[in-house]
T-cell receptor, first 112, second 111 residues
Framework: NAGVTQTPKFQVLKTGQSMTLQCAQD?????MYWYRQDPGMGLRLIYY???????DKGEVPNGYNVSRLNKREFSLRLESAAPSQTSVYFC???????????FGPGTRLTVT | TQLLEQSPQFLSIQEGENLTVYCNSS?????LQWYRQEPGEGPVLLVT?????EVKKLKRLTFQFGDARKDSSLHITAAQPGDTGLYLC???????????FGQGTTLQVKP
C-alpha cells in the first residue's frame, strides 16, 4: 500500500529555474495539500485542493502554482525558483470525514 | 490569523524521565491532532481529540484537549530513545478543511 508518494526526493535548482513537484495518493481521498517545512516554523500550507477540479491558496502561495490533475494527483510548480523557496515540501491527503492527514515522504529542495 | 504556539521548542532528557509538551491558542478548534515526525520522513498521525476535556492514551503517551478546545497537551511517561523526534500539534478551525500547525517540539531522549 503506497499511500502518498512524492517525486523527486531531492532537487537542486539555480535561481530562476522552474520545476514541478509531483504527488500522488492511492487512498481515494478527496482533499490534497502542499506544505513547506522550514526550521522552527512547523508546516505552512501553500495550496490545497478540496476536491478534483478545485484549488485554493493557503498561507504562503506566492511563487507557486498547483494543478489537481485528477483525484489521485496534485502537482506543485515553481515557475522561477528563488533561494527563499529552499525548503522541504510535503504533500498530504485526507478523507472528507475527518481532518486526519496522511503525508508523503517529502521533497528536499535547494535553490542556489 | 489563527496561531498554535507549542512549548517547549526543544527538549533533551534522559531515558526514563517524564515530559509534557503544550500546544496553546487563543482560537477554538473543532479538533486537534498530534503528529510525530522522524528525520527524512513525513509526519505521522498519533491521535485526534475532538471533545473539550477529552483524554486519550496511546501506550506511554497521554493526550488531553482543553475544556474550551483552545489548547492541548502531550505527556510522555518514562521516555525512551525511540520517542526521539519532532512532535507537531495541528488544529482544525471549524469548516475550513485546513489544518494549522504549531512550530513543533524537538525531543531528544538520551540512553
Amino acid at each position: 500500500n503506497a499511500g502518498v508518494t512524492q517525486t523527486p526526493k531531492f532537487q537542486v535548482l539555480k535561481t530562476g529555474q522552474s520545476m514541478t513537484l509531483q504527488c500522488a495518493q492511492d487512498m481515494n481521498h478527496n482533499s490534497m495539500y502542499w506544505y513547506r517545512q522550514d526550521p522552527g516554523m512547523g508546516l505552512r500550507l501553500i495550496y490545497y485542493s478540496a476536491s478534483e477540479g478545485t484549488t485554493d491558496k493557503g498561507e504562503v502561495p506566492n511563487g507557486y502554482n498547483v494543478s489537481r490533475l485528477n483525484k489521485r494527483e496534485f502537482s506543485l510548480r515553481l515557475e522561477s525558483a528563488a533561494p527563499s523557496q529552499t525548503s522541504v515540501y510535503f504533500c498530504a491527503s485526507r478523507t472528507g470525514r475527518t481532518y486526519e492527514q496522511y503525508f508523503g515522504p517529502g521533497t528536499r529542495l535547494t535553490v542556489t | 490569523t489563527q496561531l498554535l504556539e507549542q512549548s517547549p521548542q526543544f527538549l533533551s532528557i534522559q531515558e526514563g524521565e517524564n515530559l509534557t509538551v503544550y500546544c496553546n491558542s487563543s482560537s477554538v478548534f473543532s479538533s486537534l491532532q498530534w503528529y510525530r515526525q522522524e528525520p527524512g520522513e513525513g509526519p505521522v498521525l498519533l491521535v485526534t481529540v475532538v471533545t473539550g476535556g477529552e483524554v486519550k492514551k496511546l501506550k506511554r503517551l497521554t493526550f488531553q484537549f482543553g475544556d474550551a478546545r483552545k489548547d492541548s497537551s502531550l505527556h510522555i511517561t518514562a521516555a525512551q530513545p525511540g520517542d526521539t523526534g519532532l512532535y507537531l500539534c495541528a488544529g482544525a478551525p471549524s469548516n475550513t478543511g485546513k489544518l494549522i500547525f504549531g512550530q513543533g517540539t524537538t525531543l531528544q531522549v538520551k540512553p
